[in-house]
């Protein structure tokens, strides 16, 4: 028998809960598939997945009706604990599904409780099938936040099941470390035969991975396809806000029926048709000996203590001006001193050695209540800024620690502007990903300060919510002098960004417009940066200037329709 | 004063870490950190206790110097043992003085001693037990004497989330800066500007509260996929992860060194007149 | 024990929960605890001795059973052993006597959002602890010194200075890290932190109208049998096998003395509590 998994009319209501979450649900998952859920936010994704180990109805126990088999086990009748033996689960929050001490000591945690006598081999083994072995001494906390994510997987493949379900990994890491659990997981289904299950919204990522799709729409099955089948229903998944790759969308938008799903048939697919002869629009450079200085950074350097006693350098010889009116992104990887770089500005942290003005008031010398005058912070983790009950109270805390006249009246008027008004009541710690975003900007803008300094403000989201934040991102510039984001989302910098700083070890290798990087390769590669998809096919095709957006590309195509043979299209795949 | 203005400088996240380690790693290549642990709660069960009961000057003596040199043995700072026996006489102090005004005399004096030397004894050997004991063989023995299981894990959890909490405690603790007023004036002896960091130390703990429950939540799911809850009541998980413990020629050795000096001093306490 | 069974039922996992947030929050506010430093006026010492509100706020809103022995592992792991400062059976009395203190604040409390029955068991958790300390340190120095009574001066001095500690911890602790921030927390998170863990808030208002029905008397025998069993889950839940093993060394004795005063103190608070809230509830029926 093939089949590995078995849904039959599963219904599940959580306790309270008004309408069922899942609603008479079937589904039928082979040995060795490679599948990607998707779905819009509430259509039931995480709870289908969470049927499989018997977390519901075992340990949510909320109406549940209907049958599930996995591996030939009914979920009712079997434990959590037996159902684990063949389904490994990455939580979306994986941070916490760590619970011991050292690496080995985690990954081997639950064959260990199954009085396993190998339990150690396990682990090791578990350990060397994600590339982690020979960090299996230290301590879980001194890992990189995607090392922590291959952990998880780990702790799930030790004990060696067939099923590995894996909660939205590119939620929550970078587009790097997203590609290196993509590769672990290819491994792990094709030479290993594992069944693969991932609840993913980046659709690239599907395209290049997954090999059937599975769609949810409120807490039912639309289809299940394959990904080539699945990613051309573009106007479908548009509707219900799931992005096909840009490819499949420029394509699909100037009309044609069987539309590519990866860079490499995207580049085939256009590759033809590209129009010549279009004008190379000249480059501004920007002059930037007029404009006024808000922050001036002069040769800084900052370092922590570490373990062996020696100091572990995280930003050096930094030299910067930034200027009213820009909108400046800092990238680079995790480490390279993005975070610390923005902290320095708020005056929570102080300069090793050289000294930052803000407004020639210098930093050093203040507090960060004083700085909170000039600059807003807003966090990479949203929950982190939410130190009041509500919403409102969190949005007016700052203007009421002042006692700013009439500073009510404001606050409505930005509960507004963030379209927060109907839940100003809620506490910000209980809404979803994308409001709690909304919150944070909306704190950060009743500051009302002279600079905002967002630390990754897309990641986390999916991409309907990240598009919809992008707009209140805009938004902000029209009230405030400088914006800075910290970011990895290369969409948002090739989008909104009109000067681009990379961080690599602590210095700044690149300082410049998002033309020059985009078309710096070599650059690129080295600061781990990931360009998105329609500039590198634009790079490809080798258009002048390089598109940014769909938008931009098809109007490129557009304009010169007649070359634009449309019934060939379907011939090239 | 000025250290409650560095407050939160100090905590930093990088000092808890090296704390931690240090910890961890600590000194554990003595004679001492070699002993299973076992051996070591059952020496630490006499000496940890049994002063309370004697009374003889001469022994307690015997024991006092016994405790110091193991206590060096461990290679644990001499500051600590000089800071913790001056504490102790300082506390006897303190009595002396109140005694002397609540009309005692001064042959209050040897009683004193006597229980500063108790107290020393008590704690010296707590440092020799524990000190040079890392957290993890220390859970283990706790495991191996009957303490239930939950209390082994609970060790390596603290270990695991105590950084990562810590980090998110200072994130709060920096957003109400960030957008909160600290005092204009710093008032007598900086009281206004201490209250005001107190106020933020304690306040930081109710977004705290919220994010830790969704943590345990997650945890505890995963401790159900990963078997947990049933480990804890597993004698064959048990033997398995005890399964390095050992009592060894050391141990005994030890053991057996520290029974043959008590003896020797509880005998010659019969001819000595102390 | 029989009262708090009745008031809740708790799955595994979520006794595992309360457990686990109690640890750790506790415990991580031990450490900052340890890092802050004291200040000395004199005699009088301002330190931020403990974070008392947070065991205070989950027993509160928690089974407090859990929430008061997690917090007491919490104290032990993260305060002394991660930072090697273990001490064998000193930790053994912290655990003891903590818990009985927060476990106590816990049952007072039937209603969250009465800010004064909230109040009370702040000052009540604060104030057993901080007794049963004073009781445990005199106690030491009464085993520790021969003829106690007989060394002239000695016990007045004893029960003075540390009399005087119990009450300037029990002022500035009780006041500034119990009473006041266990009120501003406690409305804050009732009914909002208990879903988090897939809890309902304790609402107790249906089950304790119970007691308002019973007759003095009985309450009093009820109160005395629960405190009486408490003393022993404490033992049991403290490690029995420990207490096993080092009954020969004639320990016993000090634990024994430990657990009378603890429930002597127990009995005289809680007759004077459910007395107060006793007559309180009459009113209202009134």
Not at chain 1, 508 to 522: Q, R
Request: contains cysteine.
């Amino acid at each position: 028998m093939n089949e590995l998994i078995h849904v039959e009319n599963v219904t599940f209501q959580y306790p309270g809960a008004e309408h069922p979450v899942l609603n008479k649900m079937n589904l039928s998952v082979k040995k060795g598939e490679f599948l990607a859920v998707i779905g819009s936010n509430g259509s039931g994704k995480s709870t289908l997945c969470k049927l499989f180990n018997g977390l519901i109805p075992h340990f949510y126990t909320g109406d549940f009706e209907g049958s599930v088999t996995v591996s030939g086990l009914n979920i009712v009748e079997n434990s959590v604990a037996d159902l684990s033996c063949h389904v490994g689960y990455v939580f979306q929050d994986f941070e916490n599904q760590l619970v011991q001490a050292r690496v080995l000591e985690d990954v081997s945690f639950a064959p260990l409780n199954f009085g396993m006598e190998d339990y150690l081999q396990r682990g090791r083994r578990a350990l060397e099938l994600v590339g982690l072995a020979h960090l299996a001494d230290e301590f879980v906390w001194q890992l990189s936040g995607g090392q922590k994510h291959l952990l998880a997987l780990a702790g799930g493949l030790a004990m060696n099941p067939d099923i590995i379900v894996i909660d939205e990994p590119t939620a929550q890491l970078d587009p790097y470390h997203a590609k290196e659990i993509y590769e672990v997981l290819k491994k792990l289904n094709e030479q290993y035969g594992k069944t693969i299950i991932s609840i993913e919204h980046h659709t690239e990522f599907i395209a290049e991975y997954c090999r059937t799709v599975l769609l949810l729409n409120k807490g039912s099955v639309l289809w299940k396809r394959s990904t080539r089948e699945a990613l051309s229903e573009v106007e479908l998944l548009t509707e219900l806000a799931i992005y096909p790759p840009q490819a499949a969308q420029a394509a699909s938008r100037l009309g044609a029926d069987n539309v590519p799903i990866t860079l490499n048939e995207a580049i085939a697919f256009f590759k033809e048709k590209v129009p010549c002869g279009m004008p190379s629009v000249p480059r501004q450079k920007p002059d930037r000996s007029q404009e006024e200085t808000v922050i001036r950074f002069d040769q800084v350097g900052f370092s922590y203590k570490s373990m062996n006693k020696k100091r572990a350098q995280v930003l050096k010889n930094i030299n910067l001006s930034l200027n009213k009116g820009e909108q400046v992104a800092i990238v680079g990887n995790n480490g390279a001193g993005k975070s610390t770089l923005l902290r320095l500005i708020t005056g929570v942290k102080k300069p090793e050695s050289g000294s930052i003005t803000v407004r020639s008031q210098s930093v050093a010398s203040c507090a960060p209540e004083k700085m909170a005058d000039h600059v807003a912070y807003i966090y990479q983790n949203p929950e982190q800024m939410f130190i009041d009950d509500s919403v409102k109270k969190d949005v007016a805390f700052f203007p009421r620690a002042r006692k700013i006249k009439g500073y009510e009246a404001k606050i409505d008027e930005i509960l507004k502007q963030f379209d927060l008004v109907d839940l100003q009541d809620k506490d910000s710690r209980l809404m979803s990903g994308g409001q709690q975003r909304r919150a944070s900007l909306a704190i950060g803008a009743a500051m009302n300060p002279s600079v905002i300094l967002l630390d990754e403000p897309t990641a986390s989201l999916d991409m309907a919510t990240r598009k919809h934040l992008t707009q209140f991102i805009l938004k902000l510039k029209e009230q405030i002098d400088l914006v800075m984001i910290a970011t990895h989302d290369m969409q948002l910098v090739s989008e909104w960004a009109t000067r681009v700083i990379v961080l690599h070890h602590g210095q700044i290798i690149f300082d410049g417009n998002k033309e020059e990087l985009f078309s710096n390769p070599a650059l690129m590669d080295k600061a781990g940066l990931v360009p998105p998809q329609i500039v590198t096919l634009s790079l490809a095709l080798n258009v002048e200037p390089i598109d940014y957006s769909v938008d931009s590309f098809i109007n490129r195509f557009k304009e010169a329709r007649g070359e634009w043979p449309l019934q060939k299209a379907s011939q090239i795949n | 004063m000025a250290a409650a203005k560095s407050f939160a400088d100090k905590l930093s996240f990088e000092q808890i870490k090296i704390e931690l380690l240090n910890t961890a790693y600590g000194n554990d290549r003595t004679l001492i950190a070699k002993l299973d642990p076992r051996t070591l709660f059952l020496w630490y069960a006499f000496f940890g206790i049994a002063p309370w009961f004697i009374h003889s000057r001469f022994i307690l003596a015997g024991m006092l110097l016994f405790v110091i040199g193991t206590t060096i043995m461990t290679k644990v700072s001499r500051l600590i043992i000089f800071i913790l026996i001056l504490g102790l006489l300082g506390e006897s102090g303190y009595l002396l003085i109140a005694s002397l005004f609540f009309g005692g005399n001064l042959g209050i004096i040897i009683p004193l001693l006597v229980l500063t030397m108790k107290l020393s004894v008590i704690s010296l050997a707590s440092i020799t037990a524990f000190c040079s004991m890392s957290p993890e063989r220390l859970g283990e023995g706790l495991l191996r004497i009957g303490v239930p299981g939950q209390v082994s894990f609970s060790i390596s959890y603290g270990y695991r989330m105590l950084p990562t909490l810590f980090e998110e405690y200072n994130h709060i603790f920096m957003s109400y800066r960030l957008r909160g007023k600290s005092p204009e004036k710093h008032g007598l002896f900086y009281f206004r500007t201490v209250i005001y960091f107190i106020k933020l130390a304690v306040k930081s703990f109710y977004p705290l509260l919220l994010s830790m429950a969704k943590r345990a939540r997650t945890t505890v799911e995963a401790l159900e996929t990963k078997g947990g809850q049933y480990a804890f009541r597993n004698p064959a998980v048990k033997k398995l992860k005890l399964a390095n413990l050992r009592i060894g020629k050391t141990d005994y050795f030890f053991l057996l060194i520290s029974v043959l000096y008590l003896i020797s001093i509880f005998i010659s306490s019969h001819y000595v007149s102390f | 024990m029989t009262q708090i069974k009745e008031r809740y039922t708790l799955t595994q996992s979520q006794k595992m929960m309360v457990f686990i947030l109690s640890m750790s929050l506790y415990g991580l506010s031990n450490m900052i605890t340890e890092l802050v430093p004291e200040v000395n006026v004199g005699p009088v010492n301002f330190s931020i001795e403990y974070f008392a509100f947070i065991p205070l706020t989950l027993c509160i809103l928690f089974h407090p059973f859990y929430a008061a022995i997690g917090a007491s592992f919490g104290e032990i792991i993260f305060g002394e052993i991660m930072l090697g400062q273990f001490s064998g059976f000193g930790e053994m009395e912290k655990l003891v006597i903590f818990t009985l203190a927060m476990y106590v604040a816990g049952i007072i409390v039937n209603n969250p959002k009465n800010r004064v029955q909230v109040g009370i068991a702040a000052v009540t958790g604060v104030v057993i602890h901080q007794f049963l300390n004073m009781v445990s340190d005199i106690a030491k120095v009464w085993i520790g010194v021969e003829d106690f009574e007989a060394v002239s001066g000695l016990p007045q001095s004893v029960v003075a200075i540390e009399g005087f500690s119990f009450l300037n911890d029990v002022l500035f602790s009780g006041i500034l890290f119990a009473l006041l921030p266990t009120l501003y927390l406690v409305p804050r998170l009732y009914g909002k932190i208990e879903p988090l863990l897939g809890m309902k808030p304790c609402d107790n208002k249906t089950k304790y109208p119970i007691s308002g029905i019973l007759k003095p008397r009985f309450i009093l025998v009820g109160v005395l049998l629960s405190a009486a069993a408490m003393g022993f889950e404490f033992l049991s839940e403290a490690g029995i096998d420990i207490f096993e093993w080092e009954a020969d060394f004639g320990s016993t004795a000090i634990w024994i003395s430990l657990a009378v005063a603890a429930v002597v103190a127990l009995i005289t608070i809680i007759v004077l509590v459910t007395g107060k809230n006793k007559a309180k509830r009459g009113m209202a029926n009134e």
